[in-house]
Nanobody
Framework: QVQLADSGGGLVQAGGSLRLSCAASGRTFRTYAMGWFRQAPGKEREFVAAISWSGGSTAYADSVKGRFTISRDNAENTVYLQMNSLKPEDTAVYYC???????????????????WGKGTLVTVSS
């Protein structure tokens, strides 16, 4: 069992930065690849970024490549999403997610995630 607590959202101007955190509980954290997804008002939840259990492999949605960076600290059971050069279209609720193994990170599917955080709101003003 893994419990996820995501945080770090807020209001930021376009061009600004935020860092999201996801604290995980459970001794099996290291066996899960982790991801970030987001859901804007009126839209479906979509993939943002993912990282393998070791941190050695990452994947990003095309819309955030070069601006967002995912990382993890297994000693602290925490995953981060550094978001730079934020745009108004990045406004959404951001969710941390976990799924067993790492094979899924190159083809992430919302319904395949095993665990979810409650979400943290990111608002980017123009």
């Amino acid at each position: 069992q893994v419990q996820l607590a995501d945080s770090g959202g807020g209001l930021v101007q376009a061009g600004g930065s935020l860092r999201l955190s996801c604290a995980a509980s459970g001794r099996t954290f290291r066996t899960y690849a982790m991801g970030w997804f987001r859901q804007a008002p009126g839209k479906e939840r979509e993939f943002v970024a993912a990282i393998s259990w070791s941190g050695g492999s990452t994947a990003y949605a095309d819309s955030v490549k070069g601006r967002f960076t995912i990382s993890r600290d297994n000693a602290e059971n925490t995953v981060y999403l550094q978001m730079n050069s934020l745009k108004p279209e990045d406004t959404a609720v951001y969710y941390c997610a976990a799924a067993y193994g790492s094979g899924w990170i190159k083809n992430p599917i919302v319904n395949d995630m095993d665990y979810w955080g409650k979400g943290t709101l990111v608002t980017v003003s123009s």
